[in-house]
């Protein structure tokens, strides 16, 4: 079976994982996709989030090999090949939570080498790769992830609520672009959802369920920031309109009040 839908995808994928099985050899335990086209709330302009595994920490000449690979990729006449995204996991640093925060060898989006990074070393990441993870090389998933604590899960979205939210209304000007201004919104509305459900779902299963849950004003933000999200290597360039970027500013307010009083409610503990 195909991997996803899109035969250029598909066919990008394909390349990246031989080259990761000529880097690594028999260091490569598995390769995984992530995120949107894991849980199946993707489209033609989502990321690609990939995960791959090893068996130890990469060497050296491993990573040099990974950095001529993800070159070469990059070049592919694809715009698919601009949007992967992905870090690579020793084996035993992805089986539990014990490791999180430790920066891995990663690839942001848009980016044609890797950087040291703990962007994918989250509870979130093990959860959505172990539950939904869609394999391009190895074992199944769940042989590799131990289960996530659904309290684990919860604890590190709040966390990452409060002090993501902290930093943007400390430094507005950072994020006052539309690509941001569309992200925010997104991930909030996910954010929250994960929450209440104790389950890692996509974008736009977040921003369904916010349109039913919250206040309606919040509505026509919501549809207008999902509706905002293609070309996103051109819209990070351009500014945020004014007053949309104050009303998500207030959005990620409401969220983190939101997150105190579940916090308060329905884990007793000070947020």
């Known amino acids: 079976m195909h991997p996803t839908p ?3 995808l598909n066919e990008v994928l394909d390349e990246l994982t031989a080259g990761v099985r000529g880097a690594l050899g028999d260091s490569l335990v598995g390769a995984y996709l992530q995120g949107s086209f894991a849980e199946g709330g993707f489209d033609r ?3 690609v989030d990939f995960i791959v595994v090893t068996e130890e920490e990469l060497t050296d000449g491993q990573v040099r090999a990974l950095q001529t690979l993800h070159g070469r990729v ?6 698919w090949a601009k949007h992967l995204e992905g870090s690579y996991f020793p084996r035993e640093v992805l089986r539990t939570c014990a490791g999180r925060g430790v920066p891995l060898w990663y690839l942001n989006h848009g980016d044609r080498s890797l950087t040291r990074s703990e962007h994918c070393n989250t509870a979130v990441v093990r959860w959505q790769v172990r539950e939904h993870g869609v394999v391009l090389a190895g074992p199944a998933p769940k042989a590799l992830v131990d289960a996530i604590p659904v309290e684990t899960l919860r604890q590190e979205v709040l966390t990452t609520i409060r002090d993501w939210g902290h930093e943007i209304l400390t430094e507005p000007e950072r994020f006052s672009n539309r690509f941001y201004q569309s992200f925010i919104v997104l991930s909030y509305c996910r954010m929250l959802h994960a929450l209440h459900t104790g389950r890692v779902g996509s974008k736009r299963a977040g921003a369904e ?4 849950v919250l206040d309606p004003s919040w509505a026509g933000l919501i549809d207008r920031t999902w509706d905002g999200r293609p070309d996103p290597a051109v819209s990070v360039r351009q500014p945020a309109d004014p007053d949309e970027f104050e009303r ?3 959005f990620v307010r409401h969220v983190i009040r939101a997150g105190a009083r579940y916090a308060a409610e329905e884990m007793g503990q000070a947020f």
Request: hydrophobic share 20%; proline share 5%; aromatic share 16%.
């Open 6 to 8: 899109y035969p250029e």
């Open 45 to 47: 302009h989502s990321d």
């Open 74 to 79: 990059y070049d592919i006449d694809s715009e």
């Open 209 to 212: 369920w916010a349109k039913t």
């Open 248 to 250: 998500t500013l207030e």
